[in-house]
C-alpha cells in the first residue's frame, strides 16, 4: 500500500504523507478507513517508528486524518476525493517550484511562468 523510495530526496515522513493522499484522491482509502498502527508501518516498510508517526500528525494536523485514543488512526470524511487530488497537485507544484528555484529560477521567472501557464490553460 505505501511504497518508500529510500534513494529520493524527498524525506521519508514527506513519502508517506504524499502516498496516504495520493490513496485518498485514487478513492481507495474512503472515509473512516483505519489506517495501519504507526508499529505496523513502520515494520512493514523498515522505517523508524517516529518517521511514521510525524507523517501521521502532519496527516491529522492537516484535517486529512483523525485520530481515536486506543483505536489508531482514520481517514477524515472532511477530505473529498477532489480535495486530496488538489492536495496533492498542491504539494508537488511547491516541489516543482522550489527546485526550480534552488536551480536559480528567480521568483519573477517563476510567476512569469505561472502566468503564462494559467493563460494559456495548459
Given at each position: 500500500?505505501?511504497?518508500?523510495?529510500?534513494?529520493?530526496?524527498?524525506?521519508?515522513?514527506?513519502?508517506?504523507?504524499?502516498?496516504?493522499?495520493?490513496?485518498?484522491?485514487?478513492?481507495?482509502?474512503?472515509?473512516?478507513?483505519?489506517?495501519?498502527?504507526?508499529?505496523?508501518?513502520?515494520?512493514?516498510?523498515?522505517?523508524?517508528?517516529?518517521?511514521?508517526?510525524?507523517?501521521?500528525?502532519?496527516?491529522?494536523?492537516?484535517?486529512?486524518?483523525?485520530?481515536?485514543?486506543?483505536?489508531?488512526?482514520?481517514?477524515?470524511?472532511?477530505?473529498?476525493?477532489?480535495?486530496?487530488i488538489?492536495?496533492?497537485?498542491?504539494?508537488?507544484?511547491?516541489k516543482?517550484?522550489?527546485?526550480?528555484?534552488?536551480?536559480?529560477?528567480?521568483?519573477?521567472?517563476?510567476?512569469?511562468?505561472?502566468?503564462?501557464?494559467?493563460?494559456?490553460?495548459?
Amino acid at each position: 500500500m505505501i511504497t518508500i523510495n529510500f534513494q529520493s530526496r524527498t524525506p521519508i515522513y514527506q513519502q508517506i504523507y504524499d502516498d496516504i493522499v495520493r490513496l485518498i484522491a485514487l478513492g481507495v482509502l474512503k472515509a473512516d478507513t483505519k489506517l495501519p498502527t504507526v508499529r505496523s508501518l513502520a515494520v512493514e516498510t523498515g522505517i523508524n517508528p517516529n518517521t511514521v508517526s510525524k507523517a501521521y500528525k502532519m496527516l491529522e494536523m492537516d484535517g486529512i486524518t483523525y485520530s481515536v485514543v486506543g483505536k489508531g488512526s482514520f481517514v477524515s470524511d472532511k477530505l473529498s476525493q477532489s480535495d486530496a487530488i488538489k492536495t496533492r497537485e498542491e504539494e508537488k507544484t511547491k516541489k516543482r517550484i522550489s527546485e526550480a528555484y534552488k536551480n536559480g529560477l528567480s521568483k519573477n521567472e517563476i510567476i512569469d511562468i505561472v502566468n503564462e501557464v494559467v493563460k494559456e490553460g495548459k
